[in-house]
């Protein structure tokens, strides 16, 4: 095949996807031996959305991986227009208050959410979205680079994830902001 046809090719696959895929991951299905030949392709395919000020990008998230997305400043006006999350409004609260106070102790969470936030964690593990680790009489729990590239972070740096969700935990859930406050004054 061509130029024109590899980009093709790779521009369907990473549209097809709708996850982040590494150049190995790529290469493998696509039949395209040289890895840095691919990563030239997407380089070049990106450069093409950017240049055409397309609400479309594909830019390198959690270290190797690249993905097509909707830019950032596009997402918040066509979110009513996906597919609807695998996670219920309990399970999207949990993670996004696990998110912006990582890395918190399980107890806290369920002092926040409620006993139900057990299940909820339970199920963030098992998707592979969150960590637990012990720590004393509880676990400690964070992001993991799966979520990560689910969510569009570069990689899964929890000062940058909590500076993001610090402005949708105070937008959306201003309940528990309300809680975490109060259980911050109670600390003093």
């Known amino acids: 095949m061509g130029l024109i046809e590899d980009k093709a090719l790779v521009e369907a696959a990473l549209f097809v996807a709708g996850r982040p895929l590494s150049l190995k991951e790529l290469s493998k299905a696509l039949g395209i031996k040289s890895l840095d030949y691919l990563e030239k392709l997407i380089e070049l395919i990106a450069s093409e959305y950017a240049e055409r000020k397309s609400a479309i990008e594909i830019v390198k998230v959690a270290g190797d991986k690249w993905v097509m997305q909707v830019k950032q400043e596009y997402s918040q006006r066509v979110i009513p227009l996906m597919p609807k999350p ?3 409004t309990g399970e999207l609260k949990t993670l996004a208050l696990i998110a912006y ?7 806290k969470i ?5 006993s139900q936030a057990y299940e909820h964690i339970r199920k963030l593990l098992e998707m592979g979205l969150i960590y637990a680790e012990p720590y004393e009489r509880t676990r400690l729990l964070g992001t993991t680079e799966k979520f ?15 500076e993001t969700f610090k402005k949708v935990i105070h937008a ?3 309940d528990l902001m309300k809680k ?4 911050e004054k109670k600390k003093e």
């Open 180 to 183: 975490i406050e109060e259980s």
């Open 172 to 174: 959306e859930y201003s």
């Open 110 to 114: 369920v002092k926040l959410r409620g």
């Open 148 to 162: 990560a590239e689910l969510y569009g972070f570069p990689e899964n740096d929890p000062m940058l994830i909590k």
């Open 101 to 107: 106070l990582q890395p918190v102790e399980q107890s």
């Open 86 to 88: 695998e996670l219920s």
